[in-house]
């Protein structure tokens, strides 16, 4: 199983990035996904999640800013992030949960600048 995340990258803030994370090894429709983050020094956190059902949900804080979407045919998640703030400055993970058995990908640093 891989879950191979990219798209983090250096932007200032106020501007967008789209995370990428393609899934192998999975059936990957049968997955919930989900973005975490975790900046320095503080825990890993929820960002947004999708059900296989396609229903989304996302942290207070990133609400109206991100959205998450599937594509089930590439077997990839995004996680489109607008409106960027130095405080979404994190490691992003993706995470495949079944049921709670779950997979975590390699994580993409996002850093946004003041």
């Known amino acids: 199983v891989q879950l191979q995340a990219s798209g983090g990258g250096l932007v200032q803030s106020g501007g967008s990035l789209r995370l990428s994370c393609a899934a192998s090894?999975?059936?990957?429709?049968?997955?919930?996904m989900g973005w975490y983050r975790q900046a320095p020094g503080k825990q890993r956190e929820l960002v947004a999640a999708i059900t296989s059902g396609l229903s989304t949900n996302y942290a207070d804080s990133v609400k109206g800013r991100f959205t998450i979407s599937r594509d089930n045919a590439k077997k990839t998640v995004y996680l489109q992030m607008n409106s960027l703030k130095p405080e979404d400055t994190a490691v992003y993970y993706c995470?495949?949960?079944?049921?709670?058995?779950?997979?975590w990908g390699q994580g993409t640093l996002v850093t946004v600048s003041s």
């Open positions: 090894g999975i059936i990957f429709s049968f997955y919930d």
């Open positions: 995470n495949a949960d079944l049921r709670g058995f779950a997979y």
